[in-house]
């Protein structure tokens, strides 16, 4: 974070110190334009008067007015010409100065502050003049208080003595009024560094630095500023991304920091400078910098926006791959809990089966224990009194218990044939039966039984009944099974025994309904269980129901069990019905 913030600054600073460079360098460049066409339009203007005193020093009038000084009427004379002159080489002043400095004639003879009379000794400008060189010298004029150049030249007698000095003075505010100071400031400054010319007259005559004991001297000496107070215009120099600045105290005291750009004009004695308010520079500056703060900002925020943003992505991301994970964990979990569920089901099924197996294994053997020890008993029973009978030579009634024993013999193989015919499939053929006449069979075979109860049985079975496949014996096996289990039901004490017979595609149905108590829902499921019985020991083996199912599925169809809303269980026997044409073919 704050290596971060640091990097910002940095980055802040360098882009400044960037556009600060930028910035004062153009400035400088257009500053040095600025100087180069100033320096330029100056050096063209003196130029164009320099010569010009030279030039007039060979002027035969003004040899000759300097060598023999004439009379006022010459004076006149010679004023004239000056002024004439004067105003066709569009100079200031005009003047002719003798050896000792003192003005013999000038094109101003007519002004009041006219030079004629004054002494100009003191002015370098004579003095390099009557010294045999060219004078030049820029001045505030004592007399006019005007600014100005002066351009001055020795003038010689014929036998080359120095006579005087020919003096020309032009104005330097016309060059001024030509500089623009819309976005600088132009100054010419003398070589102390006083202010000679400005945009800004404010600036006149001060100074751009402090000035030595000695600068003042030379100054008050060559009284080029005559009194001017000269006071201190520069309040200081710096530098600021490579260029030279300065800091002046303007009107009213304001103090500027200004770009400054100087040229020497060394003949003219020159130094031209050109000054940029900074100001304007550097508030360009502090906008180009603010506007990059701002960007950095919004740069920084959106994509600050745009990483939270991802890692919230990659959070959820990691969120939802968690919960996957929980989740898959969760299921293994639970399919080995399942499995396991599985397992001890399939181990209680297995046990529960064994128990069943069980259970039928001893149902079946006390049902069997009994019904075989029983006339095993009685025949043992008949047999002792049968050998005590004929021990006392009473063979008939040995014999009648030898009749009993084999009864009772017959009845344990009626048993056993019972319960092999459980265990073996018959090979008793399917045929096509009359269902009428077995059920009338099966009747007559129960009649016994049935009218020893006082029962009585009703049957229903239309003539257009189809025959149905089965086996004869089986079927009638079957039909008395159903009605011997309906006279239990009914514990032997009268009812009627209700046999009726439907068809419907294709199937035949013998209903055998009872007035008992039905079956109650609890055991419907386990009735055709082999061994299932409700009856005690020696009245049921519980075998009746499942041969009879067995014979059912072995004719292709069904026994079913049912309550009658009326009361008593309803059984139903289902058979395929055979067609009139599957007949023919029989
Ligand atoms: P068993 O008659 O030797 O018990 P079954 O297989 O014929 O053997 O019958 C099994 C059981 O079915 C009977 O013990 C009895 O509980 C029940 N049951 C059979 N027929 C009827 C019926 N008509 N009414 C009520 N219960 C019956």
Redesign the pocket.
């Known amino acids: 974070m704050v290596a971060g913030a640091v990097v910002c600054l940095a980055l802040v600073l360098a882009v400044e110190r960037l556009v600060r460079f930028s910035a004062f360098a153009d400035a400088q460049e257009t500053a040095d334009g600025t100087l180069r066409q100033t320096v330029n339009a100056l050096e063209g203007h003196l130029r164009r008067f320099e010569t010009l005193p030279a030039l007039m020093a060979r002027q035969t009038e003004v040899r000759d007015f300097l060598t023999t000084l004439p009379g006022p009427a010459g004076v006149g004379a010679m004023n004239l010409w000056l002024k004439d002159t004067n105003r066709v080489i569009e100079a200031s002043d005009l003047y002719l100065i003798g050896p000792d400095g003192t003005t013999r004639a000038a094109s101003n003879f007519d002004r009041e502050d006219s030079f004629i009379g004054q002494n100009f000794a003191y002015r370098p400008y004579f003095t390099q003049a009557a010294a045999g060189g060219q004078g030049r010298f820029f001045a505030l004029g004592t007399t006019s208080g005007v600014r100005g150049y002066y351009f001055a030249s020795p003038v010689q007698n014929t036998s080359g003595q120095i006579v005087g000095v020919v003096a020309l003075k032009i104005g330097v505010e016309d060059m001024e009024a030509s500089w623009q100071a819309k976005t600088h400031q132009t100054l010419v400054t003398d070589p102390e560094v006083i202010v000679f010319m400005a945009t800004d007259s404010m600036w006149l005559f001060r100074a751009l630095q402090p000035l030595s004991p000695e600068q003042m001297a030379r100054t008050a000496a060559s009284r080029r500023y005559v009194d001017q107070p000269l006071d201190l215009l520069g309040q200081g120099e710096g530098q600021d991304a490579g260029r030279r600045l300065v800091t002046l105290a303007g009107a009213m005291g304001v103090v500027r920091e200004y770009l400054i750009l100087g040229r020497d004009m060394p003949a003219a004695g020159w130094t031209v400078q050109v000054l940029l308010d900074t100001a304007p520079l550097r508030a360009q500056v502090r906008l180009a910098v603010a506007a990059f703060v701002l960007l950095l900002g919004i740069a920084l925020s959106s994509s600050w926006a745009l990483w939270q943003r991802r890692a919230r992505l990659s959070e959820r991301i990691a969120l939802q791959a968690r919960a996957q994970a929980d989740l898959e964990s969760q299921v293994a979990e639970r399919t080995v809990d399942l499995r396991k569920a599985n397992d001890e089901l399939h181990r209680i099924q297995a046990d529960l089966v064994q128990a069943g197996k069980l259970a039928a294994l001893g149902r079946m053997s006390a049902a069997l224990s009994h019904e075989i020890n029983q006339p095993l008993a009685a025949a043992r029973t008949y047999a002792d009194s049968a050998a005590l009978l004929m021990d006392r030579g009473d063979l008939a009634r040995a014999r009648d218990n030898i009749d009993q024993i084999l009864s009772l013999i017959d009845r344990m193989a009626a048993i056993a044939r019972h319960l092999r015919s459980v265990a073996r499939k018959p090979d008793e053929p399917l045929k096509t039966l009359s269902l009428a006449k077995a059920v009338a069979d099966a009747v007559q075979i129960a009649e016994a039984r049935l009218s020893a109860s006082g029962m009585t049985v009703r049957i229903d079975i239309p003539d257009t009944l189809p025959p149905v496949l089965g086996g004869p014996v089986r079927l009638q096996q079957v039909i008395v ?2 009605l ?3 006279a ?2 009914m514990d032997g004490t009268g009812g009627t025994i209700d046999l009726a017979a439907t068809e419907s595609d294709g199937r035949v149905t013998l209903t ?1 309904r ?1 007035h ?4 109650a829902r609890a ?1 419907r499921d386990r ?2 269980d082999p061994f ?4 005690t020991v020696g ?10 199912y067995n014979i059912m599925q072995d004719f292709g169809g069904d026994l079913r ?1 049912a309550n009658h809303p009326d009361g ?2 309803v ?1 139903s026997v289902v058979m395929h019905a055979v067609e009139a044409r599957e007949k023919a073919t029989n």
């Not at 008992?516 to 079956?519: E, F, I, L, R, T």
């Not at 299932?532 to 009856?535: Q, V």
């Not at 009245?539 to 009879?548: K, N, T």
């Open positions: 099974n159903l011997s289990n309906a239990d039901a055998v009872d008992g108590p039905g079956v055991i009735i055709f299932f019985t409700t009856k009245s049921g083996l519980g075998l009746g129901l499942s041969i009879s069990v008593g269980a059984f």
